[in-house]
């Protein structure tokens, strides 16, 4: 059943959002909250079919749901054959993931008109427009199982599926013992759709949990949230298949899933240190192709001590989502 907009989104009056050096500036948005239909929660990321049109968001109970503006939400797919609706509907329990699946990257081909899913527990999955149970298409790569695929993008110019997967040792349920043990397992891979092929690109990364191709293709950035890094690795030109530090040292912690621009650069969604507190707040970060900053503001007005994972421009809003919220945050002109 589709839950109206009216009832689903709750709109805040104008904010100010302090936006630190590169220059410092001050910017005026407002900002409104899309709710999930409850008890839905945790939406990881997002993944649109046009812009600023319909999305699709994967919860912790393990359904993607799909948002129409005029319409609201409706229960699009999900990942596991064995998720019952007692079980499973509303859990956030991360120890019924491996029953219930539990989607997290996402990603739009606007051409095939396909949805590509990295589920935590249930590998590379893709779902038509009929959604349902989503088709599993890959469950390990050079006989190496997947332990935790985390994030996904599709490359703009060839169609391959780029995907993450976050360690070879530490599934979802034990994220804090590999932050402990500063694990370093993690694999970057390419899915080829035509050959139906995975090949590892990277390895030994420190828990890679966004990723996002450049817009011709040419590379894609890949982020360390325990190594406080993101790694560039090249596609194409006289450097492809080569890796090399793209931007690190930049007093954040935690970056998380990463987006292009329409423009040509990205968004990433990261912490910072509250200096007088040492707490952790959301802050999101913009960069050119060239690892130049060009913004990095704070989210902690809306989000608080809360933990984003994602930022995504999309029409002429950015749409924020976190495992640790019921609502998709937009933030508009």
């Not at 409850?38 to 699709?56: D, H, K, L, T, V």
């Not at 994030?151 to 040792?169: E, K, L, R």
Request: hydrophobic content about 40%; proline content about 6%.
């Amino acid at each position: 059943m589709a839950i109206p907009p009216s009832s689903a989104v709750a709109v805040v009056s104008v904010l100010s959002i302090f936006v630190f050096s590169f220059p410092a500036t001050v910017l005026s948005e407002t900002f409104r909250q899309i709710f999930l239909p409850p008890p839905a929660f945790g939406p990881e990321s997002i993944a649109f079919e046009s812009p600023g049109g319909a999305f699709y968001t994967g919860v912790s109970d393990g359904h993607i749901f799909k948002y129409q503006p005029l319409t609201g939400w409706t229960v699009f797919a999900f990942t596991s054959p064995n998720r019952s609706v007692a079980f499973c509907d509303g859990t956030t329990d991360p120890n019924k993931g491996p029953i219930c699946g539990r989607p997290f990257g996402l990603a739009y081909n606007s051409f095939t008109k396909l949805l590509y899913i990295a589920d935590a527990y249930y590998g590379l999955l893709v779902a038509d427009s009929n959604g349902r149970l989503a088709r599993q298409i890959a469950t390990s790569a050079e006989g190496q199982p997947f332990v935790f695929l985390n994030a996904i993008d599709i490359d703009p110019v060839t169609g391959n599926v780029y995907f993450t997967d976050a360690s070879a040792v530490y599934d979802l349920r034990n994220s804090s013992k590999a932050a402990q043990v500063n694990d370093s397992t993690a694999r970057l891979l390419k899915y080829d759709p035509r050959t139906s092929q995975v090949t590892v690109l990277l390895r030994n990364l420190s828990r890679a949990v966004g990723l996002a191709v450049s817009r011709d293709g040419s590379f894609l950035l890949v982020s360390e949230a325990i190594g406080n890094r993101i790694r560039r690795y090249w596609l194409t030109g006289p450097k492809a298949n080569t890796a090399e530090i793209f931007l690190s040292n930049i007093n954040v912690v935690r970056p998380q899933n990463i987006k292009r621009t329409p423009s040509g650069g990205f968004w990433i969604a990261a912490a910072s240190v509250k200096q007088d507190s040492q707490t952790l707040v959301s802050i999101r970060i913009r960069v050119d192709g060239s690892g130049r900053i060009t913004e990095m503001a704070s989210l902690e007005g809306q989000y608080g001590s809360t933990l984003i994972s994602e930022v995504q421009e999309s029409g002429l809003s950015l749409y924020v989502s976190s495992r640790n919220a019921s609502f998709i945050g937009v933030y508009g002109p």
